[in-house]
Nanobody, 119 residues
C-alpha cells in the first residue's frame, strides 16, 4: 500500500491550499493518519493527526487555528485545509498512516508534496 499525497503548490502569504492523501488500495483501513512537514535544513515535524473512527484531531501549536485536518470515509481520503499560510509553512508535507491501534508511530508514509508560501 502506498499513500499518495497531492495538492501542494505555490501560494502567497495569507493564501490557502488543501492537501489530500489517499491510499493506493481503497480497501486499506487504518487507525490513525497524520500530516508531517520538513523544511530545508530542518527535521521533520508533526503537523496534525486524526483518528479515523471518530475524527478526533490534534494539531501542532504552530498551525492551530489555521489548519484543519479531516477525512472522508467514503473516499478513504484525508485532507489538510491550510488557511492563512505563512512563509514559515513552506516545507514538503508528508502524510502517514498507522494501520492499527497498537502501531507505534506510523508504518505507512506518502511521497510528500511541496508547499511554498511566498512573502
Amino acid at each position: 500500500v502506498q499513500l499518495q499525497a497531492s495538492g501542494g503548490g505555490l501560494v502567497q502569504t495569507g493564501g490557502s491550499l488543501r492537501l489530500s492523501c489517499a491510499p493506493s488500495e481503497r480497501t486499506f483501513s487504518n487507525y490513525r493518519m497524520g500530516w508531517f512537514r520538513q523544511a530545508p535544513g530542518k527535521e521533520r515535524e508533526f503537523v496534525a493527526r486524526i483518528i479515523w473512527s471518530d475524527g478526533s484531531a490534534v494539531y501542532a501549536d504552530s498551525v492551530k487555528g489555521r489548519f484543519t485536518i479531516s477525512r472522508d470515509n467514503a473516499k478513504n481520503t484525508m485532507y489538510l485545509q491550510m488557511n492563512s499560510l505563512k512563509p514559515e509553512d513552506t516545507a514538503v508535507y508528508y502524510c502517514a498512516a498507522a494501520s492499527s491501534i497498537v502501531t507505534r508511530g506510523y508504518n505507512y508514509w506518502g511521497q510528500g508534496t511541496q508547499v511554498t508560501v511566498s512573502s
